[in-house]
């Protein structure tokens, strides 16, 4: 079992850049690939980015490519979500979820994860 915290949220306004981290502890050994969702109110969750936890190949959702950055530090089993330019539509809870075996066409599906955090919200008032 690996367990994730996520830390970082907060309000900030439209244009501003916010970082979110996610600690990875447990059994993070098999760990293949770490990812960021998103929820917002009334709003199914959905696949903002991922990283392979090894070679650290990001991927992410088309509405964040040219503003968010994710990373991971795996020697401090720590993932990173640099958040840049945020706006309004950006606003959700935001989990970190980790996956021991996901193939590329479930990256970017929920169901494509084991393990997740209990979420941190981010609010972006206009």
């Known amino acids: 079992q690996a367990q994730l915290a996520e830390s970082g949220g907060g309000l900030v306004q439209a244009g501003d850049s916010l970082r979110l981290s996610c600690a990875a502890s447990?059994?993070?050994?098999?760990?293949?690939?770490l990812g960021w969702f998103r929820q917002a109110p009334g709003k199914e969750r959905e696949f903002v980015a991922a990283?392979?936890?090894?070679?650290?190949?990001?991927y992410y959702t088309d509405s964040v490519e040219d503003r968010f950055i994710i990373s991971r530090e795996y020697a401090k089993n720590l993932l990173y979500l640099q958040m840049n330019n945020l706006k309004p539509e950006d606003t959700a809870v935001y989990y970190c979820?980790?996956?021991?075996?996901?193939?590329?066409?479930?990256?970017?599906?929920?169901?494509?994860?084991?393990?997740w955090g209990q979420g941190t919200q981010v609010t972006v008032s206009s």
């Open positions: 979820a980790a996956s021991g075996s996901v193939g590329s066409w479930l990256r970017s599906r929920v169901n494509g994860y084991e393990y």
């Open positions: 447990g059994r993070t050994f098999n760990l293949d690939t």
């Open positions: 990283i392979r936890w090894v070679r650290g190949t990001p």
